[in-house]
């Protein structure tokens, strides 16, 4: 007896492996799968200008992780004591405009090494409205809680959609002909405007990804929101504000991710590597006992040899925690 629609995935033919180059850009979807990425060791780049919804904007920063100029005080703006940036995340804000920028051209930077060189970019989309600033006339990555009569609200098209990404992957291929890219759509429910608009939002953006996909050979779709809405559908999957999903549906999803996506040969290094974080993050009663000392000599050589096995692996962190305790 099936008691949920299980939403089948046919393996990538393309595998993330440990020595995958891997740029996460898009909504804050992309940060929970960047993050257990970051955690299993893979070699990823997440989100460098924060987290952007729309996908007019995530074109934008790829426009400018490709250009790579710098950011300097004459595309800083001052609001309520912070200088911040329209291209930029909140995150990035500082109430000194060296500060601002320092942060924003160190994260650039890191963007622009990854776009050059990424085996894989991950883009996910959440939202197909987008915010214009008026007086600008340009539509904004974040509108940093300025007061909305500076913005004009935009439902993006799904030929606006497909132009600005289409263009983005040429872009892309000029710096990085081997890149391949895997789209989702957030699951992420933007019910701000209502249920029905955030409906359409979402069909549009599904709509779009396919036909991005169909046009290129290089692009893949991942049904992270198929997942939530069909097979994860009942709130004990959802947090607190009954939007986002909970840490249990991300773990489901990112199993899913997992399954389909990453070589046979990492999931074991996955293993491995879990097993070391488990390890690191045990917490002794007693720590001065012979039994604890023994405990963290284990797992410095069973690290120092995994380290050994997978050179690319950058176990520093836990080497230094089971030396230095």
């Not at 904007?57 to 790829?62: D, E, G, L, P, R």
């Not at 051209?105 to 989309?125: P, R, Y």
């Not at 074991?268 to 390890?279: F, G, P, R």
Request: proline share 3%; aromatic share 10%.
């Amino acid at each position: 007896m099936y008691l949920k629609t299980e939403i089948n995935i046919k393996p990538f033919a393309e595998k993330i492996s440990h020595t995958s180059k891997i740029l996460m850009l898009g909504s804050c979807f992309s940060n929970n799968i960047g993050e257990f990425l970051s955690e299993a060791k893979f070699n990823v780049c997440i989100n460098p200008f924060g987290v952007i919804y729309n996908p007019f904007s995530i074109a934008n920063s790829i426009k400018l992780l490709i250009e790579n100029k710098k950011t300097d005080e004459n595309d800083l703006l001052l609001h309520n004591g912070l200088y911040c940036n329209f291209a930029y995340h909140t995150s990035f804000s500082a109430d000194k405009k060296q500060k601002a920028a320092d942060k924003m051209n160190v994260s650039q930077q890191q963007g622009a090494e990854f776009i050059k060189h990424s085996d894989f970019i991950i883009l996910t989309f959440g939202s197909a409205t987008a915010y214009k600033h008026k007086k600008l006339d340009k539509i904004v990555a974040n509108c940093h809680k300025i007061p909305n009569g500076e913005f004009e609200k935009i439902n993006l098209s799904i030929n606006e959609i497909t132009e600005a990404v289409n263009l983005a992957i040429k872009n892309i291929r000029t710096v990085n002909c081997n890149a391949k890219f895997i789209f989702t759509v957030s699951p992420v429910r933007h019910l701000s405007d209502g249920a029905h608009e955030n409906q359409l939002s979402k069909s549009r953006l599904l709509i779009a990804v396919d036909e991005i996909c169909k046009s290129n050979d290089c692009c893949r779709y991942f049904p992270a929101y198929e997942i939530m809405m069909d097979e994860l559908r009942d709130y004990r999957f959802y947090a607190d504000d009954m939007l986002h999903p909970s840490k249990l549906a991300v773990n489901y999803i990112w199993q899913k991710f997992s399954t389909a996506i990453i070589h046979s040969d990492s999931l074991k290094i996955m293993e491995e590597i879990k097993k070391i974080s488990e390890a690191k993050s045990h917490k002794a009663f007693n720590p001065n006992t012979a039994e604890h000392r023994k405990f963290l000599k284990t797992h410095f050589e069973k690290t120092a040899q995994l380290q050994a096995q997978y050179p690319f692996l950058d176990l520093k962190e836990e080497l230094e925690y089971f030396r230095g305790c």
